[in-house]
């Protein structure tokens, strides 16, 4: 266990939030705390803890001494979240003036009370039902935009799920997988950008053990009610129907209409784009790119550039505006028209055309237009000759 931790800690590092959590709940759950030797479960229970702490520890120490591993923090924390999106220090102070500043406010308008809330509500994000079964992430790299985490089918057992762990026969278990769901949402909720499926990826696993938990109870249910057959089946079939129009939904959305619908989020044309600025570079003295989008330079560096000329590009703060004889920046009209080499431009099709009203049309030597696979977003390039004037 304190291996496989170590090794998610190097895929997703917000799992060093979550698994030392995870590890304490697994111990105490796997002790036998009922016993009458409680004394002697607790301290075995305890070394077990250090030990397996010192190692993981020992394990992840590498990522500490990584030389990326400050700017790597740096970058995960300027995303804006619940410790940074307000000064909680005013704000308290203005909530406690309007309200009177009387020892209750004083105490009920703490800035620590004021961020717990914050962090309550994108939990609470996380937790919505609408979220988990119908609807899912917003954002289009996380979901289809149209179903939930889970097919609608498995609301049900869900929720039989978490109330068969509520007997007093599995209070154990239902407490493991509550905590661990739980803890597994804070990397998540701390950003402010919620509900978010990946960064609450570490929670897939209690919810999926809660379902078949569920899926388990009803069938039990199913043998040993003695409700009439024709009820029973009745059930059945309402919840096989259930699942598989679900399933039929899900799959004809995913697989016809989800393609064209998350293309720009997929960043659909940028390879397409990328590959045409390599094949006409060395027509054009310079070429100036569009900053249409501050990743695109990845697309320019991944294909077609050999990693010895990458390794020589200067870097600020893992972004560049040049690559090789790629400019990727806004040219200005006088700069449009003032080089004595020959240019070419790329970028969005509609923001190149708008860019070529100012050019003369003895300048413009050929056009192409890029069509991606999927995405609405036409691309273009534009190769521009200078004019030589006597």
Do not use: C
Request: charged content about 20%.
């Amino acid at each position: 266990a304190v291996i496989f931790g170590a090794l998610a800690t190097y895929t997703y590092f917000s799992i060093r939030f979550v698994w030392p959590v995870l590890l304490v709940l697994g111990l105490w759950f796997v002790s036998d705390l009922q016993k009458k030797t409680i004394k002697a479960d607790l301290g075995k229970l305890f070394g077990q803890l250090i030990v397996s702490l010192l190692i993981y520890a020992a394990l992840i120490f590498p990522i500490f001494r990584s030389p990326l591993y400050e700017p790597s923090q740096q970058f995960r924390l300027s995303a804006t979240s619940v410790l940074s999106s307000h000064d909680w220090a005013l704000e308290a102070n203005q909530y406690r003036e309007q309200a009177g500043n009387t020892f209750i406010d004083r105490a009920i308008y703490h800035r620590h009370l004021l961020l717990l809330r914050e962090l309550t509500s994108n939990y609470a994000d996380h937790l919505d039902l609408s979220y988990l079964f119908f609807q899912g992430d917003d954002n289009l790299r996380h979901g289809t935009g149209q179903h939930g985490l889970f097919l609608s089918a498995m609301l049900v057992p869900f929720v039989v799920g978490w109330y068969g762990l509520a007997n007093r026969k599995y209070w154990r278990q239902g407490f493991l997988l509550l905590g661990w769901w739980l803890i597994a949402l804070l990397p998540a909720s701390v950003p402010e950008e919620t509900p978010h499926a990946l960064r609450s990826l570490n929670a897939l696993v209690p919810l999926t053990i809660v379902i078949g938990w569920g899926v388990w109870q009803l069938w039990r249910w199913f043998e040993r009610s003695k409700t009439s057959a024709w009820f029973k089946k009745s059930l059945l079939l309402i919840g096989a129907l259930w699942l598989m129009v679900g399933l039929k939904t899900f799959a004809s959305d995913y697989f016809l209409v989800y393609p064209a619908r998350s293309a720009a989020e997929w960043q659909d044309g940028y390879r397409q784009l990328a590959h045409e600025i390599w094949q006409q570079k060395n027509e054009a003295g310079e070429v100036w790119v569009e900053p249409f989008d501050d990743r695109f330079y990845l697309w320019l560096l991944a294909y077609e550039m050999p990693v010895e000329e990458i390794q020589k590009i200067e870097f600020e703060k893992y972004l560049t505006r040049d690559v090789a004889n790629i400019k990727l920046d806004f040219i200005t009209t006088y700069e449009l028209n003032g080089f004595e080499k020959t240019l070419l431009l790329a970028g969005r099709k509609k923001f190149i055309e708008e860019e070529l009203k100012y050019l003369g049309p003895a300048k413009l030597s050929e056009t192409k237009i890029i069509y991606p696979t999927a995405s609405q977003e036409l691309f273009m390039t534009a190769l521009i000759n200078p004019i030589h004037e006597n």
